[in-house]
Each structure stands twice: as C-alpha cells, then as structure tokens.
C-alpha cells in the first residue's frame, strides 16, 4: 500500500452511507477518535468528496459532541467542504440524531 512506502499508519474502513447501519457509523467515529488522538492528523477519503465522506465527518462531530444536534453538524459540515449536504450525506448525520438510545462518546 502506499502509505506503507510512506511509513503513514492507516485504516481501511469501508462505509457505504447509511443503509450500513449506526452501528458500523459508530465504529468509524470511535476509529476516528482513537487514530485521531493526542493532535494526531487524519485523512478521510473516498474516490471523490461526496456526500458519504461529507456525511460522515457532519455525523463524527455530532456524535463526539462538538455540536449538539444534526442541523448544526451538517451546516458545520457543509462550511467545512465548501458543499451543500445531500440526501445521502444527511442520511449519515440521521443515523446518531435519532439513535435510540443516543450513541456518542
């Protein structure tokens, strides 16, 4: 791989968007909390910037409690991408604004 020819750690996460559960969305956000810790940077990619990745970082700090509710992650997110959130992306901030019982950290 690589990020192995660059002596980079990574992760391999696959996410599909929402119809892969809140389940699988809360190991990626607890994966982006243990590989982003102590200042540590972080890349989250897929073959383009859509609404999956965007989704997902829109629901990473809703789940991790930097905002408090799903509005205000995807505004947060779409300032952050320079993107309007579509469907699919607020379909992943969806996924922890209406968790029962609520997940986060």
Not at 51 to 60: E, F
Not at 65 to 92: C, D, K
């Amino acid at each position: 791989h690589n990020y192995d020819d660059l002596d980079q750690n990574w992760l391999h996460l696959p996410f599909g968007g929402a119809d892969d559960g809140v389940e699988r969305l809360e190991e990626i956000c607890r994966a982006i909390d243990e590989h982003g810790a102590e200042g540590r940077c972080l890349l989250v990619h897929r073959e383009e910037l859509n609404d999956v990745v965007c989704g997902v970082m829109g629901a990473w700090l809703l789940w991790s409690g930097l905002v408090p509710a799903g509005p205000q992650a995807i505004s947060f997110a779409e300032r952050l991408t320079g993107r309007p959130l579509g469907t699919a992306g607020r379909e992943i901030v969806g996924l922890v604004a209406s968790a029962d019982p609520p997940i986060g950290a």
